[in-house]
């Protein structure tokens, strides 16, 4: 048997407006920028892929099971700008074939930096997903799937009973992605690793007429999904969800694609798919998973570079995380959202200075003309915040 896992990352970052160093305003956020890039990808993406799984759910009746990771802080942009794409992932709640797993509130690098402000966030997104679809999560996974054995050692102390990861070529070896593994010494958390390969096809390749397997159709992807049978239990699709209308446009057939693929994998009897908790609860691990290093999703060296790779990175990541008790202290609520705000990874993800093969990918999705743009208006910022923090600290009585 072969289950097919898919797992779709949801994310929007609140994107900063242009912030001189001259700025005392406290307003940081480019509100009309984001809500028309929200409200873009909502009609492009968001509404029309939520609508399409409640169809192919309710078609292959509840056969068909997929799971999202949807950042607390695209929950509160579609709660401000779009409130129908809240109601479309409600009804997909409703259907009990749909699995939300657990994970940063801010999409942030927290675990890196600050273990206590990393189980802050996790927390707090374990009470969002509670109060929006009434449902607890029991399957982890850290932003852009960054992880080690550390992971999933506190994603064993926070009560999960799994924790997504990538599949990487160098740690698998002659091993297979296809199976289940377990972290050293933690016996509680199952791993699934990301079947990177097939998983691309969908999100980078499919729309690109130079591949020689293009076009990529449902029955030639349900063959490949076959062909795990006797090699393993478990395809794990994981990928943007932007992937469907956004990164690859509907033009492309990706929707169509969608949309006959359950249907092309159940007709080989065997096959079948199941959320993360699903392979869990079916598939004993095959072996032992070692991660000493990060490892992520992120680029072809599938590590950390993505947000660490240069010193302006590095740089900004320190200061941001050397502020967090001056912020804790001041007891400002909305001081302290903005400051959580600033730790999403995508801020990190603009500075960076990358190129060749991944360059044209960090350029695509970056705002600013260049890295050194972007780290200057983000340095601008937290020294706002900085000093808002340092006026509001408990004056001391001696």
Excluded at 267 to 274: A, C, G, L, P
């Amino acid at each position: 048997m072969a289950s097919v896992c898919f797992y779709f990352q949801v994310h929007q970052p609140f994107r900063l407006r242009r912030y001189s160093v001259f700025d005392v305003d406290h307003r940081y956020f480019d509100d009309a920028h984001n809500a028309e890039i929200c409200r873009k990808v909502a009609r492009k993406c968001y509404l029309p892929a939520n609508h399409l799984m409640l169809d192919l759910i309710r078609m292959h009746e509840g056969r068909f099971r997929i799971s999202y990771s949807v950042t607390g802080v695209a929950l509160d942009q579609f709660e401000q700008y779009c409130p129908e794409v809240i109601d479309t992932f409600r009804r997909l709640a409703d259907t009990g074939c749909v699995e939300f797993l657990s994970e940063t509130y801010y999409h942030s690098l927290g675990f890196l930096y600050s273990r206590d402000e990393f189980c802050a966030q996790v927390a707090l997104h374990r009470r969002r997903l509670m109060d929006l679809f009434g449902l607890r999560p029991s399957v982890f996974r850290n932003t852009e799937l960054i992880y080690n054995n550390d992971v999933a050692h506190m994603a064993a102390q926070l009560g999960y009973k799994g924790v997504l990861c990538e599949g990487a070529d160098h740690l698998l070896g002659y091993r297979s992605p296809t199976f289940l593994y377990r972290p050293p010494a933690c016996p509680s958390v199952s791993l699934l690793l990301k079947n990177y390969r097939l998983s691309d096809d969908i999100a980078f390749r499919f729309g690109n007429r130079a591949w020689a397997e293009w076009p990529l159709t449902a029955d030639k992807f349900a063959h490949w999904v076959n062909q795990v049978n006797g090699n393993g239990f478990t395809v794990n699709l994981f990928m943007d969800y932007e992937t469907f209308g956004e990164h690859q446009w509907a033009e492309t057939g990706i929707f169509d694609f969608m949309y006959h693929l359950p249907g092309a994998v159940m007709r080989y009897r065997d096959n079948d798919f199941k959320t993360p908790s699903e392979v869990i609860d079916t598939y004993p691990p095959a072996g032992e998973y070692d991660v000493p290093h990060f490892i992520s999703w992120a680029d072809t060296e599938r590590d950390l570079s993505a947000w660490l790779g240069n010193a302006m990175q590095s740089n900004a990541l320190n200061e941001i995380y050397r502020i967090e008790g001056m912020v804790q202290a001041a007891g400002d609520a909305e001081l302290l959202n903005d400051w959580r705000r600033l730790q999403t990874s995508d801020h990190f993800y603009y500075m960076c200075t990358k190129y060749f093969a991944d360059g044209d990918v960090h350029k695509y999705f970056n705002p600013y003309e260049s890295p050194y743009d972007s780290y200057i208006n983000f340095m601008n910022v937290l020294d706002n915040i900085s000093s808002r923090a340092r006026a509001l600290q408990p004056v001391e009585v001696g």
